[in-house]
């Protein structure tokens, strides 16, 4: 236990407070229970480590897998769609029937313009109208019966354009007008896919507000001589082509996006999408049109993403799947959160069960802790100071108790032994000092009266030896513990004699508080600080002068003794604060002194009396001045109130 003194002394130093910590903390239980407390630590935590590892590495992969497995998907039902378009352009471009009469047509129409325009007879036009009548149940028989395709239109090289399907007929257009007839024309591929636009024609056949978009496939048209003759366009609603990415975009639960470019880094889906967002996420798509999972670092939200990229040879169209890492692997996450959980709870088990087994074994130490802890010194060797039996279970222990049980009955005899003889050398060293007198007080004192009584100075003479008769009385007096008012009235004796020595040039005074008077002190505690004061004093040109004055303040007494010399020394002043604080420190009262009632002396006195409350200040000011003080609880105090008069001589 810290007894009070050593908690003030710790609270002043904090690098002591932790020493002390630390040193309580370094016990049997703490130790115990902190060794097997970290071997648990370390095995539960390489497991749950090794376990949590395994377990995320597999939800990753399932998590990878199922999104690489949703763009393989999405990829194939893109290219599924466009594979219809391509079909049913090949089934038109190597149909020699829509050859013959899409020749036929393109002439028959020529020749019927001109022949209308001469007013010739019409027989030409209702060949031409025959044979386009012909041309569109071929073109409807190469689309086939389900019409996995909505349009179909043939394009000649100057303006004209025949279309089958929700737009049957001819109609005229402009080549360069239409922003895919050059690319079309300088294909070396086959086939053409071109970017989705806004189709109002296809529009109207949709019972929606919105607009739709289209996109369409075009084949260069050949003759039987392989001479391009014209341009297949085989057109498809965009939504149908991309209905697995629409869907997918707003049903999957990681609220993912999906990207689709071509190889010239062309937006495709979605429709209105910002290029430059979404263009770092289409660099990571190799030169060779590479596949795979990738992460990538998003910039604009700070968070990682997950790509899960997707080529197609066939349309040259890049299938992008983009979703944040964490809400991918959110079921991960859930998972780490409840592994941790249950991993503390088990471990807060463990670590429960490890303090309830250093609790088992430091139990009884503790016992025995307790026992010398409550033990007071009376109680040695006596049957109070004999705890209960231990009855731990553990021999050692109990052999160890009861070894102390009669160690203390051994310590008893030798305490009081030892306490006998401090207290007879106490108690001669304080009767040492109070039949101590200074030699030169005597000398001095006694060659003044020698020469008063030359000068026939009687009754200077009288009072002095009376006053000299009644100092040595009181000083020689039996008891250590006196009224103040009887330790100042002496203490004016004793001024009194060295003034009658000094005359007019010392002067004195006393202001004490009448509440005061009958409070208990150690004897000769002020005396010996005038006659201090007297000694410092009478080296500095008189006058001299010393005051004395006693005050009461809250629960606590002072007395002040000041004189009107040159003050203590630096080094006096720093010497004597060094062992003052060296006491205050270590709590360790040195030995008094027996060449002297200094001032040191005197602080020894009256921290043996008050301990921590003891009140002990040195300054220097006009002179010298010393406070000393203490608690009124320390000795009686009478119930008068009020102020002293002053005293001067």
Do not use: C
Not at 92 to 113: A, C, E, I, P
Not at 299 to 328: C, M, N, P, R, W
Not at 485 to 502: A, M
């Amino acid at each position: 236990m810290i007894s009070q003194k050593e908690n003030e002394s710790i609270k002043a130093t904090p690098t002591a407070w932790r020493q002390v910590m630390w040193t309580k903390n370094r016990n049997i239980r703490s130790i115990l229970f902190s060794t097997y407390s970290l071997i648990i630590l370390i095995v539960f935590t390489v497991l749950v480590a090794w376990f949590y590892l395994w377990a995320s590495d597999l939800l990753r992969k399932n998590a990878t897998d199922s999104l690489e497995s949703m763009g393989q998907s999405m990829q194939d039902n893109i290219d599924s769609e466009f594979h219809k378009l391509n079909d049913v352009s090949l089934n038109v471009m190597y149909s020699n029937l829509v050859k013959n009469h899409f020749q036929r047509y393109l002439s028959l129409t020529t020749d019927s313009r001109s022949n209308i325009a001469v007013n010739a007879n019409v027989t030409g036009a209702e060949n031409s109208v025959q044979n386009a009548k012909e041309l569109t149940d071929i073109l409807t028989a190469a689309i086939g019966p389900s019409r996995p395709v909505e349009q179909l239109y043939l394009y000649d090289f100057k303006s004209k354009v025949y279309g089958n399907g929700f737009d049957n007929g001819e109609r005229t257009y402009l080549p360069q007008d239409k922003p895919w007839f050059d690319a079309v024309m300088h294909n070396t591929a086959g086939k053409y896919i071109a970017p989705p636009v806004p189709d109002e024609e296809m529009s109207r056949f949709i019972s929606s507000n919105e607009k739709q978009f289209s996109m369409s496939l075009f084949r260069l048209f050949y003759d039987n001589y392989n001479t391009p003759m014209g341009i297949i366009e085989v057109k498809q609603y965009f939504n149908r082509i991309f209905k697995s990415a629409i869907d997918f975009t707003d049903r999957n639960p990681y609220q993912a996006k999906v990207l689709v470019y071509n190889n010239a880094n062309e937006i495709i889906y979605p429709t209105k999408a910002d290029k430059e967002r979404y263009l770092p996420y289409m660099t990571y798509r190799g030169a060779d049109g590479t596949a795979g999972n990738q992460s990538f670092y998003n910039q604009d939200t700070g968070e990682k993403a997950l790509l899960s990229l997707h080529y197609s040879e066939f349309t040259g169209l890049s299938t992008v799947i983009i979703v944040s890492e964490s809400k991918l692997l959110s079921p991960l996450f859930t998972f780490a959160k409840r592994t941790v959980l249950i991993a503390l709870i088990i471990l807060l088990l463990s670590i429960l069960l490890s303090f309830l087994a250093a609790k088992r074994i430091t139990m009884p130490i503790q016992k025995i802790h307790r026992s010398m802890r409550t033990m007071r010194l009376e109680d040695l060797g006596t049957e109070r100071g004999a705890a209960p039996q231990l009855n731990s279970g553990l021999n050692e222990l109990d052999q160890l108790y009861w070894s102390f049980v009669k160690m203390s009955s051994r310590l008893k005899q030798s305490m009081d032994d030892l306490l006998m003889s401090q207290h007879q050398e106490l108690q001669a060293k304080l009767i040492a000092l109070q039949t101590q007198m200074n030699p030169h007080f005597l000398y001095n004192t006694l060659t003044t009266i020698q020469v008063m009584a030359q000068e026939n100075m009687n009754a200077e003479i009288v009072a002095m030896t009376e006053n000299m008769s009644d100092f040595l009385r009181y000083f020689s007096a039996d008891g250590s513990l006196v009224a103040l008012k009887e330790e100042v009235l002496h203490t004016r004796k004793y001024l009194e004699i060295n003034q009658i020595r000094f005359g007019r040039k010392l002067h004195f005074e006393f202001d004490i508080d009448d509440q005061l008077t009958e409070l208990r002190i150690p004897k000769l505690i002020i005396q010996p600080l005038v006659e201090n004061a007297l000694k410092f004093a009478t080296k500095h040109q008189p006058p001299w002068t010393i005051r004395v004055t006693g005050t009461i303040s809250a629960n606590h007494w002072q007395v002040e003794v000041a004189d009107t010399g040159d003050g203590f020394s630096e080094e006096s002043l720093a010497n004597l604060d060094r062992r003052i604080q060296e006491i205050d420190k270590t709590n360790v009262l040195p030995l008094l002194q027996l060449n002297g009632m200094g001032l040191l002396n005197i602080y020894i006195r009256m921290k043996l009396m008050y301990g921590n409350e003891t009140i002990f200040r040195i300054a220097n000011g006009q002179g010298a001045t010393v406070i000393i003080g203490g608690t009124l609880t320390q000795g009686g105090i009478n119930e008068h109130h009020g102020h002293g008069g002053t005293a001067v001589s």
